[in-house]
């Protein structure tokens, strides 16, 4: 089993950044794909961005594509998302995933809590 917890969000005006975390215990992750999905209330949960478990490819979703960067510190168990020139359309619970197959868009094996992020115009 992995335990993901996820810290960094906040309310923030449109225009500003905010750094999202995830700490990864229990079973090794470092040698596992990592990610963020988020949910907005009363949407669907969509896909946000993706890394290999070495930190050299990493993956987006068009919505966010150019303001978001994912990054990763294995020897930490910890990924990242910068978020950067939020909308307020980014407003939403962001999950951290765990790939243990390495596609961003397979099946996710384990699912944070969440943390909410809301961007205010």
């Known amino acids: 089993q992995v335990q993901l917890v996820e810290s960094g969000g906040g309310s923030v005006q449109a225009g500003e950044s905010l750094r999202l975390s995830c700490a990864a215990s229990?079973?090794?992750?470092?040698?596992?794909?990592m990610g963020w999905f988020r949910q907005a209330a009363g949407k669907e949960r969509e896909y946000v961005s993706g890394?290999?478990?070495?930190?050299?490819?990493?993956d987006y979703s068009d919505s966010v594509k150019g303001r978001f960067t994912i990054s990763r510190d294995n020897a930490k168990n910890t990924v990242y998302l910068q978020m950067n020139s939020l909308k307020p359309e980014d407003t939403a619970d962001y999950y951290c995933?765990?790939?243990?197959?390495?596609?961003?868009?397979?099946?996710?094996?384990?699912w944070g809590q969440g943390t909410q992020v809301t961007v205010s115009s």
């Open positions: 995933v765990v790939w243990y197959s390495g596609s961003y868009h397979g099946p996710v094996d384990f």
């Open positions: 229990g079973r090794t992750v470092s040698s596992s794909a």
């Open positions: 890394i290999n478990w070495s930190g050299s490819s990493a």
